[in-house]
T-cell receptor, first 113, second 117 residues
Framework: EAQVTQNPRYLITVTGKKLTVTCSQN?????MSWYRQDPGLGLRQIYY???????DKGDVPEGYKVSRKEKRNFPLILESPSPNQTSLYFC????????????FGPGTRLTVL | GENVEQHPSTLSVQEGDSAVIKCTYS??????FPWYKQELGKRPQLIID?????GEKKDQRIAVTLNKTAKHFSLHITETQPEDSAVYFC????????????????FGKGTHLIIQP
């Protein structure tokens, strides 16, 4: 089954404790990206990757890091989480940057205390 | 970069009536316009999309129209049902002729559609 998976689905942590949210896709997609979703702000892109070892900043990259060592995986790293990073995070993938058919992961609900 | 405006932010309609959600975009180079539906607690899922060489596309009760001159596109849902209640996002991007996209999708802020029984 074609899918994008994320782990963990829910996470409560404290300020400053490094964390990683994993993302994996099994569709051989070139393009992967991370979004955060906040009430009234829609989906805002954090980082994206056009291919292995190629990553770039989206609209809201501050406080986040990513890596793309393998085509299928695109982890999101928060080196020192802060409360303003409390949000719902989605990983997404598609064959090309603008689509068509961008698939989203199930989401990760992160709370930073 | 691209900017997508979406209206209204909330739309309440009676079951069985039609719903229309509108989006405008700023970059005339954008040529791909998908719509996503996000049910409560779920991920956004693609429900319909349109490319700039087409003015209208239908899929059962949903349709999308595109006006390239005015740079706006709309989602139309007819005979609304309770399961249509969700947040809907429009988006725009530029798919180059080669199939690759120079930029990713730019999303609108979403419309919360409420179907009243």
């Amino acid at each position: 089954e074609a899918q994008v998976t994320q782990n963990p689905r829910y996470l409560i942590t404290v300020t400053g404790k490094k964390l990683t949210v994993t993302c994996s896709q099994n569709m051989n997609h070139e393009y992967m990206s991370w979004y955060r979703q906040d009430p009234g702000l829609g989906l805002r892109q954090i980082y994206y990757s056009m291919n292995v070892e190629v990553t770039d900043k989206g609209d809201v990259p501050e406080g986040y890091k990513v890596s793309r060592k393998e085509k299928r995986n695109f982890p999101l790293i928060l080196e020192s989480p802060s409360p303003n990073q409390t949000s719902l995070y989605f990983c997404a993938s598609s064959f090309w940057a603008g689509g068509p058919g961008q698939f989203f992961g199930p989401g990760t609900r992160l709370t930073v205390l | 970069g691209e900017n997508v405006e979406q209206h209204p932010s909330t739309l309440s309609v009676q079951e069985g009536d039609s719903a229309v959600i509108k989006c405008t975009y700023s970059d005339s180079a954008s040529n791909y316009f998908p719509w996503y539906k996000q049910e409560l607690g779920k991920r956004p899922q693609l429900i319909i999309d349109i490319r700039s060489n087409v003015g209208e596309k239908k899929d059962q009760r949903i349709a999308v129209t595109l006006n390239k001159t005015a740079k706006h596109f709309s989602l139309h849902i007819t005979e609304t049902q309770p399961e249509d209640s969700a947040v809907y996002f429009c988006a725009a991007s530029n798919l180059e002729d080669s199939g690759g996209g120079a930029d990713g999708l730019t999303f609108g802020k979403g419309t919360h559609l409420i179907i009243q029984p």
